[in-house]
Structures are given as structure tokens and as C-alpha cells.
């Protein structure tokens, strides 16, 4: 076989179905003849940034590696955005890319740079699949990506590597290293003289059933409350009566927080966090796949390797806390009360994303989120309600605008029967407008809903904040609705409560992609912003 080959059919056995990229005329095709070969399905992106970023949210709805396909140079450099964003989300994410041979080396400067050098800051790994041990190559970095903490690997492929012959591999067994006893015992003593323990859920957890369940189950056990990242909403539902609220790192949960006398943070990564000191003086146990690098705490016992049955021997020897039902209730409200606003009959963020919910349940369907950055992601992952991991997806590590539209379609191809809306800003949604064609032509299950506000609003508010004057975060009107139809997506729009949920009726009502475009008041975002962080 070739090294194309065992590529592919790794990725295949691994529970790839779909490659996503936008193709040059060298290796990218001889890997879309494999991927077809495979039973694997390419599909074309408008822009290499929109591909990575389908990929990686089809990793986190998945649980397999995304993959994303570029051609040389300029392929590659537009794919960064997406790339860094797998890296700092920590979703695996393999990258394909034509290659330079070294004959081309030797005298092309045309769209050269070093590929491996690019990306040497954001990826993993990265190889060229032109040594004598490919097969063993491919199976190394693949494990790699999936390797805590989950990231992008980096396959540069000539078309000299690509068609020759090599061996093929056997995929590497791997085992967990078992959790430290001298730590976990630790840890007992700590939950065992606790009278109020919180749980502090992170980005691991949603990645790993095995430790949502085990979140879960704590929190039954000992009575304990939760509060989620955004990337681990869901891991304790909503309507969980355990369930607080959002942990971002900021001031809205403090009150929770600080009322804690044990924080158990639950695969939380530090990079899910806003750059803010920690505020808590409770001791900390840090449960894990592996111990981090950069810590806003150092804990008091690190539990690593197998976070699951790390927390399920916790909650064994935990009695029941000292928190009261109705305690936990008053801390959830509390929290949403500090982030509500309304509109006097003019569209606010709180309407879209529950109007949405609303809409989607009447239509009878289970659809999840996904979020685009931007001061509306406030109302959105507050308030669109998660019962499972992954009911809404965002990007957090890197917090990167034109996310919402890609993930959507990723995530509705990887899942058809699930729709997926979309929550955007016209600023971001305008980063990856072409993408809506992707949309039409896969048939993509979603509906887009635009916060119109015409301006770059987390921005705009941060420059209020600073009371400086108004410059440089006005964009003006677009219609998006007709963009939309003119790119075969069904598009609405909206200005009050009654057009935008006859809109939504209609868009959930049809096949294929919609677009809701809302003219939406933008009063609230700064209060909120100031609620939330300080």
C-alpha cells in the first residue's frame, strides 16, 4: 500500500466519514481517490478556515479525528485560524497537506515556506510519510492527536511519498497510567473533611463519558452543586437540580464559588479560563488526564491518568454534603437574574436564543448550538439549555470569530437527524459568509440565527467601557436574509418577537439550511459583560 493508503484507512478504522477541505492539484486529489477508496466523503469548503473548523467540530460531536485537506502555500496558510483553534480546544485534528519534493526544493520559491515550521508552534507533530517506516509514522501521530492533551498532527505529502510502496502497521495499544495512590488518598481526606465540595466541569469531561457519568454520580452522591465551562455544557444538564450555572473564571459565579469549602475541578483546562487571578481560597483537587503545564491554582492533590475511575473512587468514600437543594436553587437564579434584560418589544439576545429553543422544541426536534465569539455568546451559553455533552458547541481556547456557521455544518452532517442553530454576530457570520454555499450544496441541517447589530459588538462594549470614543467597530448594514437566498439558503428576517418566531417556524419547517436575520437591540451587552467578568 501507500503511505496515502495507510493514512486513510487508519483515519477510517479510527471512525473518520467525512475529510473536509478545499483541494490543489497534487497529493489532495490522490487523497480524495483514497478517501472515496474508504468509504470516506470529501467535502468541499469555500474557505480553508471553514474546513478546518467543520473538522474540528465533527471531532467533538464524533469522538474520531477531524481532518482537514489543504494544497500547498496558500492552502495551508489560510487553514492557521482553524488549525489554532483544534490546538486550543483540544479536539484532534489531522492535517493533510500538499507538499515541496526535494527536487522542488532545490529551485521553487514560488508559494514556498516551510510548511512543518508554520504550524510547529500550534501542532503536535508533523511528517512528510517519506521514510522507510510511513505506516508506523501514521500510527504514531494519530495516536498522538488523540494523546491528552488532544491536538493537530501535520501529514506533508509529495506526490513522490505518496505512491510508493510501504508496509503497512499495527495500531499502538495504549493504557492509561493508573491514578497516583498517595494522591487519591489525599484527595479522600480532603472530600472526607469537606462540608460544602463544588464541581468545577471542564472541556475533559465532555470529551469522555466515562467522566461526565462520573460527575454526575458525585453529584448525586454527596449532594454537591456543578458549575460547566462552555465547552462541558451539558455534562450536568440544566435541569439538573445539582446544576449552577457557567464557571468562565469571572464574577458572575463567585458567589457559588466562594461559598465552597473544596473546589473539584473536573477536567478543566486552564485554557477554558479568562485571564483573571483566581479568587478562591478553598483547597483545590485537580481531576485529569494529565497535569497542566500552566495552572491558575496549584491543587492540593492532582489526580491524573484515569479521571473517571479517579472521581468514582471519590464519591465512594463521600458522605453528603452540607448544601440544601434549595440553596443550589437560589445560587442558578441568582446567576440568570444578573444576565437578563428586555427589550420593550424590540429583540434582545435572551429572545433569539430562547425563542430558538422554544422554536425548536414546538417543532418537535432535538437540536444542539453551536456559538460564534462575540458579546451575543453571553445570552447563548447561558441560556440555550444542555442535557448532554455537547448540546453546544463553541470555541473557548481560542475564542476565534466565524465558527458558529462551519461548526453547524460539521456537526449536522456528522449527526443528520440533529439540527443545529447556529448564533452569530453579523461580524462574524460576515468572516465565513461563503460557507452558507457549503450549507446548500451538503443540505446541511441548520438554522443560522444573525444578531444584527451592525457593529462588532464585544468590542464596541470593552471600547464604552474604556469610555473612549466610538471608532473603528461600525460595519454597517447588510442584508443577510437576501446574501443568504443568493447563495441557495432560505433566508428570513426579523425585528420583533412575532416576525422572528414566524421566521423560526419556517426555517425549522423546511429542508436543508436557513438563515434568520435578526435586527437585535444591543443595550444589554455591556451590563452583561460587567455581570459576568467584573
Request: aromatic share 6%; with cysteine; hydrophobic share 50%.
Amino acid at each position: 500500500m501507500t503511505p496515502l493508503d495507510a493514512l486513510i484507512r487508519s483515519l477510517s478504522r479510527r471512525g473518520v466519514r467525512r475529510i473536509f477541505g478545499v483541494p490543489g492539484g497534487e497529493t489532495s486529489l490522490d487523497a480524495i481517490a483514497a478517501a472515496a477508496a474508504c468509504g470516506i466523503e470529501f467535502v468541499l469548503a469555500r474557505h480553508e478556515t471553514g474546513a478546518a473548523l467543520m473538522a474540528l467540530a465533527t471531532a467533538e460531536v464524533t469522538g474520531a479525528p477531524g481532518v482537514v485537506l489543504t494544497t500547498r502555500g496558500p492552502g495551508l496558510a489560510n487553514a492557521v485560524n482553524g488549525i489554532a483553534c483544534a490546538a486550543l480546544e483540544r479536539a484532534p485534528l489531522c492535517v493533510i497537506s500538499d507538499g515541496f519534493t526535494p527536487e522542488h526544493r532545490r529551485f521553487v520559491s514560488h508559494q514556498f515556506f516551510e510548511h512543518s515550521a508554520l504550524l510547529a508552534p500550534i501542532a503536535k507533530g508533523s511528517s512528510r510519510l517519506d521514510g522507510e517506516d510511513a505506516g508506523h509514522d501514521v500510527e504514531r501521530l494519530l495516536d498522538r492527536a488523540m494523546a491528552a492533551p488532544a491536538g493537530v498532527v501535520h501529514f506533508d505529502v509529495t506526490g513522490d511519498a505518496a505512491r510508493r510502496d510501504v508496509a503497512a502497521a499495527e495500531p499502538i495499544p495504549f493504557a492509561a497510567e493508573a491514578t497516583d495512590e498517595g494522591a487519591l488518598a489525599t484527595a479522600r481526606d480532603l472530600v472526607a473533611g469537606a462540608h460544602r465540595p463544588i464541581l468545577l466541569c471542564g472541556l475533559e469531561a465532555a470529551a469522555d463519558p466515562a467522566l461526565a457519568a462520573a460527575v454526575r454520580a458525585f453529584a448525586v452522591a454527596t449532594g454537591a452543586p456543578a458549575l460547566v465551562t462552555y465547552k462541558a455544557k451539558g455534562v450536568v444538564a440544566d435541569d439538573d437540580p445539582a446544576y449552577v450555572g457557567l464557571f468562565t473564571g469571572g464574577s458572575l459565579e463567585a458567589a457559588a464559588v466562594a461559598a465552597a469549602d473544596l473546589i473539584i475541578l473536573a477536567g478543566l483546562d486552564p485554557v477554558e479560563l479568562i485571564p483573571q487571578p483566581w479568587r478562591y481560597a478553598a483547597p483545590v483537587i485537580e481531576v485529569a488526564r494529565q497535569p497542566f503545564p500552566l495552572r491558575y491554582i496549584d491543587p492540593a492533590a492532582g489526580l491524573y491518568g484515569t479521571p473517571a475511575a479517579a472521581l468514582a473512587a471519590l464519591a465512594k468514600g463521600a458522605g453528603r454534603s452540607g448544601w440544601q437543594a434549595d440553596a443550589i436553587a437560589r445560587l442558578r437564579q441568582a446567576m440568570l437574574a444578573r444576565i437578563a434584560w428586555t427589550g420593550g418589544g424590540r429583540l434582545t439576545p435572551p429572545d433569539l436564543v430562547l425563542g430558538a429553543q422554544a422554536a425548536a422544541d414546538a417543532a418537535g426536534l432535538d437540536a444542539r448550538a453551536t456559538v460564534d465569539a462575540g458579546a451575543h455568546m453571553f445570552s447563548a451559553t447561558a441560556l440555550w439549555r444542555a442535557r448532554r455533552p455537547r448540546d453546544l458547541l463553541i470555541s473557548n481556547g481560542l475564542s476565534t470569530m466565524g465558527f458558529a456557521l462551519p461548526a453547524a455544518i460539521g456537526a449536522a452532517l456528522a449527526e443528520p437527524d440533529r439540527p443545529v442553530v447556529a448564533f452569530t454576530g453579523d461580524g462574524g457570520l460576515a468572516m465565513g459568509l461563503g460557507e452558507l454555499a457549503t450549507a446548500a450544496q451538503t443540505g446541511a441541517r441548520i438554522v443560522v440565527v444573525v444578531f444584527n447589530d451592525r457593529s462588532l459588538s464585544l468590542i464596541d462594549i470593552k471600547q464604552q467601557h474604556r469610555q473612549m470614543r466610538r471608532d473603528g467597530v461600525e460595519l454597517g448594514a447588510v442584508d443577510f436574509a437576501a446574501v443568504a437566498s443568493g447563495l441557495g439558503v432560505r433566508g428570513y428576517r426579523a425585528d420583533d418577537p412575532t416576525s422572528y418566531r414566524a421566521a423560526l417556524d419556517a426555517a425549522f419547517a423546511g429542508t436543508g439550511p436557513a438563515l434568520v436575520d435578526a435586527a437585535v437591540a444591543p443595550d444589554g451587552y455591556l451590563d452583561q459583560m460587567l455581570a459576568l467578568r467584573g
